[in-house]
């Protein structure tokens, strides 16, 4: 089972930036594709962004693109979110989720698609 311990949430002015990091544990983390989640209140989950084990590709939600940014550091078994020019609508807990697999340039997309999931961190967006 991997465990994923995510940092960096926090409350932000509108039009502002966080960085959230996650590092998984108990598995090669160079083996991983990964990807961020988001869920606000009364509403599903949503995917985010991801990036692949080989960190070669990634695809971003067309809510958050051009604003946020995935990037991943293999030495540091860290995968980090870039969140800038923050809206309130981008109020959500995020979520860190991976996927162990072979295909060194998938970045999956879909819930169904991720076998760990990290605890979440709180993201607010004032006005």
């Known amino acids: 089972q991997v465990q994923l311990v995510e940092s960096g949430g926090g409350l932000v002015q509108a039009g502002g930036s966080l960085r959230l990091s996650c590092a998984p544990s108990g598995r090669t983390f160079s083996s991983f594709a990964m990807g961020w989640f988001r869920q606000a209140p009364g509403k599903d989950r949503e995917f985010v962004i991801g990036?692949?084990?080989?960190?070669?590709?990634?695809y971003t939600a067309d809510s958050v693109k051009g604003r946020f940014t995935i990037s991943r550091d293999n030495a540091e078994n860290t995968v980090n979110l870039q969140m800038n020019s923050l809206k309130p609508e981008d109020t959500a807990v995020y979520y860190c989720a991976v996927r162990a697999t072979s295909w060194r340039s998938w970045v999956p997309t879909s819930l169904t698609d991720f076998s760990s999931w990290g605890q979440g961190t709180q993201v607010t967006v004032s006005s």
């Open positions: 990036i692949s084990r080989n960190g070669g590709e990634t």
